[in-house]
């Protein structure tokens, strides 16, 4: 049984009858998706991870001719990145085969646990990763340019870029993580009434 089966059989069931999924099928499913929901994960922190490459080597080769201010602003762009890439990796938990060997509940509880995580880590995303990596562009510019029509024409830039990282942000949370954790909400509430 397929997962959209699945789930379009949990949710068009008649209230009257009782139609249930082993539990063998049930890990099944969310075996299937936790694979899936991996390789995306790991797509995602990969093309962080290539990005953040040229943005390190082309600031650290600045670093030694640019103004003070702008040193500031390298230093916390770099730790920034170090920062960014420490967060994605420790929201990055990976499931084992093992993991599936435990009882259907605690295995649906953990992939829910798993997909909340990424939940919380993309709807914050302005405090760990647009916020600092923003400031430090912001005063690599200022040390660049001072107080300037071109500084404030820059700010505005950044304000936008970070308007539209979080809502793309957002519209990935509702468009693909939400209906995944309403998905494992369903399946978890037909292996407790198993």
Known sequence: MRIEEAHSLWKSQDQNLETTMADNEILEIVKKRSTKFDEEIHKR??????AVIPVVILFLFVFTSVPAM??????????????VLW??????????EQSFQLPVTA???????????QIRLLTGVFW???APLATGALLFVWGVTGPSWFMLGYAAFVVVVAMIIVRLNRTAVDRDLRPKRDELLDLLGQAESA
């Open 45 to 50: 922190d990969r093309r962080e991870l290539i």
């Open 70 to 83: 702008s040193k500031v602003g390298v230093v916390v762009i770099l730790l920034s990145t170090a920062f």
């Open 87 to 96: 967060t994605l990796r420790g929201a990055r938990r990976t499931r084992d």
């Open 107 to 117: 295995v649906v509880r953990e992939e829910l646990t798993r997909v909340d995580r």
């Open 128 to 130: 760990w990763y647009i």
